[in-house]
Structures are given as structure tokens and as C-alpha cells.
């Protein structure tokens, strides 16, 4: 007996690894151009200037940033979407990144925390992790005092701030699994 359940359980776990794979892969597929190719292992993209999009309304959804439900995060915009079903915007709000950025591409969120110590050592909640780059975790959190300060470029740090009110959104919002579309 012992020996039918130790196979069903290893039949499961194949199953469950096959279709979290085969979601990924769709995720990752819905997103064109440069973004629907899954993102390599290199170096940081370290911030250093960054000029917003020339648009007549900054807060649109960018056109190439994926579809379906999804959070899209621009670097060079240092904005985000909560994207809903049929591509509706449920709210979009401006950011104050790290040091380092993710590299374009799509992610899954891998973790959350309620409150923890963010990589600048401020006291941060909400907390949706989606990337490490070379030892630095990337995600999204707002500082338990509501401040988002430029970042120290002296520090490599991953968190991209947003306000307590958007932090709690995006926690509503982001859970374990949902796609995050970086896009430049």
C-alpha cells in the first residue's frame, strides 16, 4: 500500500509541475515582442538617468505591454498598471525604484511578506516580490512611514516604492502567481 501512495503522490507532483510550467509558458506567450521570451540569467540593469515616454497622457497602459490580468511595471516611466480582465486599468500610480532594475521581460510574483526590513534597511509592508537580480530581490513595497526616497546609489537595492495606499492595492492585487510585465 505504501508503495501505490508514494506513486500517486509523485504522479501528482508531475502533474502540478507540468501545468505550473504550461501556465508560465502561456504567460510568458501572451506577452510580444522582446517580452514574451523568457529572461536570462546576467547582469543588473543599473538605474542611471531615466527619461520618461514622450505621451499625451503619461498614465495610458503602453501599447505592447502584454495581455490579460497583470501588473506592467515600466522602468523608464517609473509607473505602474493593475491591468484586469479585457485589458482595463484598474489603477496606475507612480513608483520610486531601487538602484538596480529587472531586465524587461515577464515574471510570475514568488513571494510576499506582510512587513519586513526593506535592502535600504527602512521598515517596509505589502511587500510582492517577482525577480532577483545578482543577489538582489526586486519587488514592489511602501515603506511603513509612507516616504519613497530617491534611492542611495551608493547601495544596490531591488525595492521599487509605491505609496501606502498603492502599496496595499498591489497587495490585494498581486498575489502568489500573478504575471508581472516589465516593459522599458
Do not use: C
Not at 531586465?103 to 534597511?121: C, E, I, K, M
Amino acid at each position: 500500500m505504501a508503495g501505490s501512495s508514494s506513486s500517486f503522490v509523485a504522479a501528482l507532483t508531475a502533474a502540478a509541475l507540468a501545468t505550473v510550467g504550461f501556465l508560465a509558458y502561456q504567460a510568458s506567450a501572451t506577452v510580444p515582442g522582446e517580452l514574451g521570451k523568457p529572461r536570462t540569467v546576467g547582469s543588473p540593469e543599473v538605474s542611471t538617468s531615466k527619461a520618461p515616454r514622450d505621451r499625451k497622457d503619461p498614465a495610458a497602459l503602453p501599447a505592447g505591454s502584454g495581455t490579460g490580468v497583470r501588473v506592467v511595471y515600466s522602468v523608464e516611466d517609473d509607473r505602474v498598471w493593475l491591468v484586469g480582465e479585457g485589458d482595463q486599468v484598474k489603477r496606475t500610480f507612480r513608483v520610486t525604484p531601487g538602484s538596480v532594475d529587472p531586465a524587461p521581460g515577464v515574471y510570475l510574483v514568488t513571494s510576499r511578506s506582510n512587513t519586513v526590513t526593506g535592502s535600504d534597511g527602512a521598515p517596509v509592508e505589502h511587500v510582492v516580490r517577482f525577480t532577483t537580480v545578482e543577489n538582489i530581490t526586486i519587488g514592489f513595497s511602501a515603506a511603513v512611514d509612507g516616504s519613497t526616497p530617491a534611492p542611495d546609489p551608493a547601495l544596490k537595492t531591488g525595492g521599487i516604492r509605491e505609496s501606502r495606499e498603492d502599496g496595499a492595492a498591489m497587495w490585494d492585487f498581486a498575489t502568489i502567481g500573478r504575471t508581472v510585465a516589465v516593459i522599458p
